[in-house]
């Protein structure tokens, strides 16, 4: 292991990455910051990042870069041309893709890296958790790639989140994250509309959450889910266009497979945020199907 903590630049401030890269810094890691729009990185320059103009400018010698951009297109870019990612890496610095960009974009990704960049140690590792659980390091890593290639990964996932799940070579984890939002959305979509079967016969969110609570059918993220259905506040953990992104991501990468609940949820929530209920949390669907009423 390093004797000191590797220098770590993150890519891409949205509500995870700006977490990260906030956990980064509490922890002592010398912490680099590159977001398109650079007024998102100004809490974290006053708590002691350092701020690069470009990409290349933000990883040059750095030992670990974490990408966490929103889709395939816009994380290829920062990884290519002259002023980005792969230019301006160390050599044998290590890169964590961390988004979730689907099966596709990350093999894309992983090939450009093989010829541009053979040097370099690729780890697949989107995570599992949405925002709040980022902000206090409570997330999942799934993480996929050579674990002996880059010891400086383990000190990183450390500070970010409460565990990591190693799931083989490089890819694995891209795969394993859509197994594991296929389930979350369907079991969002669920409670929604058990919700609204509830508030037909007159039962509150509280009169059912009674019931489910303490057994098997009462996990703590549809409690989280319910008490917005409760209150009426959306303020998105994450929001339903990106839980639409990963459906259509699942989909794409099981053509070959029948998933009709899937397929059913894709139009719902494809309509849903058609009516402008996008930009709240995946939890407004419940809202959504009591306004169609």
């Not at 409570?138 to 989140?161: M, N």
């Amino acid at each position: 292991m390093m004797s000191q903590k590797p220098s770590v630049a993150v890519l891409g401030l949205g509500a995870m990455g700006h977490a990260f890269a906030a956990n980064l810094l509490k922890n002592g890691f010398e912490t680099h910051v590159w977001n398109r729009t650079a007024s998102r990185g100004e809490a974290l320059v006053k708590a002691g990042a350092k701020q690069g103009k470009t990409v290349r400018e933000t990883v040059e010698g750095v030992d670990v870069v974490i990408a966490m951009l929103a889709d395939g297109p816009t994380t290829q870019s920062v990884f290519s041309g002259d002023d980005g990612l792969l230019a301006g890496l160390k050599q044998g610095g290590i890169i964590a893709q961390m988004g979730t960009i689907g099966v596709e974009a990350n093999e894309a990704l992983m090939a450009l890296i093989k010829q541009q960049r053979p040097d370099a140690v690729f780890f697949d590792a989107p995570v599992s958790g949405t925002k709040t659980p980022a902000e206090n390091a409570q997330i999942v890593v799934l993480a996929s790639g050579d674990r002996e290639a880059g010891p400086a990964i383990e000190p990183v996932f450390a500070a970010i989140s409460k565990g990591v799940k190693w799931l083989g070579e490089a890819g694995r984890a891209s795969k394993m994250k859509l197994v594991v939002n296929a389930w979350l959305i369907s079991m969002m979509q669920g409670i929604a509309e058990s919700a609204q079967l509830a508030d037909e016969f007159g039962f509150t969110t509280d009169d059912l959450w009674n019931v489910l609570e303490g057994g098997p059918l009462a996990p703590g993220y549809i409690k989280v889910k319910m008490d917005m259905f409760k209150s009426g506040d959306y303020t998105p953990q994450m929001h339903l266009t990106w839980a639409l992104k990963d459906i259509n991501l699942a989909l794409k990468a099981g053509e070959k497979l029948q998933l009709p609940l899937m397929n059913s949820i894709n139009q719902t929530w494809q309509s849903a945020v058609d009516a402008g209920y996008g930009e709240q949390d995946l939890s407004v669907v419940y809202r959504y199907l009591g306004d169609k009423k």
